[in-house]
């Protein structure tokens, strides 16, 4: 069955960087789009970054732009979320992300909190 496991969160002070991994099984890794969300605490999920199945092409939230590298390693079936810069409103439980045959999977998510 397909499995998303996110790893790399923990506590962060504000201009500080860390990077988010989600391990990826059960499916054909390379041939999908992948993707990080964040939920912060009263707030919806919101869509941070995508990324294409080859790697060639990306996008991000206007909030995250020139901060964040989305990136991704199809012979470890993983997907990196490269957080630089880090604001105290990156704070959230990060998600990793795909849609396969019209069905979302969701990682459990792992928690960013940024605060000095």
């Known amino acids: 069955q397909v499995q998303l496991v996110e790893s790399g969160g923990g506590l962060v002070r504000p201009g500080g960087s860390l990077r988010l991994s989600c391990a990826a099984s059960?499916?054909?890794?390379?041939?999908?789009?992948m993707s990080w969300y964040r939920q912060a605490p009263g707030s919806e999920r919101e869509l941070v970054a995508s990324?294409?199945?080859?790697?060639?092409?990306?996008n991000y939230a206007n909030s995250v732009k020139g901060r964040f590298t989305i990136s991704r390693d199809n012979t470890k079936n993983t997907v990196y979320l490269q957080m630089n810069s880090l604001k105290p409103e990156d704070t959230a439980v990060y998600y990793c992300?795909?849609?396969?045959?019209?069905?979302?999977?969701w990682g459990k998510g792992t928690l960013v909190t940024v605060s000095s």
């Open positions: 059960g499916f054909t890794f390379s041939i999908y789009a």
């Open positions: 990324i294409s199945s080859a790697g060639g092409s990306t």
């Open positions: 992300y795909t849609w396969i045959g019209r069905v979302n999977y």
